[in-house]
């Protein structure tokens, strides 16, 4: 059941979400801001986790250098020259086959669908930066809606949670610089603070 007894508001988590959800996009100049915006956030919210979330903006970096080593971290774990080494699409690690576009990708359509979101995305519908910004959504809905509160938790608990610590680890065992790791780990135990 989703942890509604802790006094953190849904507007709070909505855009913890947003934020973690942008992280997951190619980095780049405002990126740095962004991990601190997440970080007061988070502060506030999760101060159990503050610390780490003050560590993602210290391994992210503030030169141009530091910037360009992100982009090719994502480049190398998330888009590839030529493969993936950690996609981030929840159809890799929930369907049978691994494959992209399978059949939980399709349920995850279907949630979009029935919340009346259209994803205009040059991604996959289940890339963990879309799914983070339907939570986001439907955090915000559930202010005046209370069948989004429902719907986020079904959501989190069916086609969020059971992939997203797989593709933690796979990350962890391919990041050099540690930022995307401890951003992945992060992003799970928010989500299981929350939804488990």
Same mark, same amino acid.
């Given at each position: 059941?989703?942890?509604?007894?802790?006094d953190v508001s849904m507007q709070t988590r909505g855009i913890i979400y947003r934020l973690l959800s942008?992280? @997951?996009?190619?980095?780049?100049?405002?990126?740095?801001?962004?991990?601190?915006?997440?970080?007061? &956030?988070?502060?506030?919210?999760? #101060?159990? @986790?503050?610390?780490?979330? !003050?560590?993602?903006?210290?391994?992210?970096?503030?030169?141009?250098?530091?910037?360009? *080593?992100?982009?090719? !971290?994502?480049? $190398?774990? %998330?888009?590839?020259p030529s493969q993936q080494l950690a996609p981030p699409y929840g159809s890799i690690y929930l369907d049978?086959?691994?494959?992209?576009?399978?059949?939980?990708?399709?349920?995850?359509?279907? /949630? @979009?669908?029935? $919340?009346?979101?259209?994803?205009d995305y040059q991604e996959p519908p289940d890339h963990l930066a879309i799914e983070l910004e339907f939570?986001?959504?439907?955090?915000?809905? $559930?202010?005046? +809606?209370? !069948?989004?509160?429902?719907?986020?938790?079904? %959501? *989190?608990? +069916?086609?969020?949670? #059971? &992939?997203?610590?797989?593709? *933690?680890?796979?990350?962890? /065992?391919?990041?050099? $610089?540690?930022? @995307?790791?401890?951003?992945?780990?992060?992003?799970?135990?928010?989500?299981? /603070?929350?939804?488990?």
């Amino acid at each position: 059941m989703f942890d509604a007894t802790n006094d953190v508001s849904m507007q709070t988590r909505g855009i913890i979400y947003r934020l973690l959800s942008v992280c @997951y996009f190619e980095p780049e100049a405002e990126t740095r801001d962004l991990l601190v915006n997440l970080r007061d &956030w988070i502060e506030k919210a999760y #101060p159990q @986790y503050r610390e780490r979330a !003050e560590g993602l903006v210290s391994v992210f970096g503030q030169t141009d250098e530091d910037i360009l *080593a992100r982009k090719v !971290e994502h480049t $190398s774990l %998330f888009t590839g020259p030529s493969q993936q080494l950690a996609p981030p699409y929840g159809s890799i690690y929930l369907d049978a086959q691994s494959r992209l576009m399978g059949d939980s990708t399709a349920q995850v359509m279907n /949630q @979009y669908r029935q $919340s009346g979101l259209v994803v205009d995305y040059q991604e996959p519908p289940d890339h963990l930066a879309i799914e983070l910004e339907f939570l986001h959504f439907l955090a915000m809905e $559930s202010q005046t +809606n209370s !069948e989004a509160l429902e719907t986020m938790e079904v %959501f *989190a608990r +069916n086609l969020v949670l #059971p &992939w997203v610590g797989k593709f *933690a680890e796979k990350v962890k /065992q391919i990041d050099k $610089s540690d930022f @995307y790791s401890d951003l992945t780990e992060l992003t799970v135990d928010l989500l299981r /603070q929350d939804f488990s």
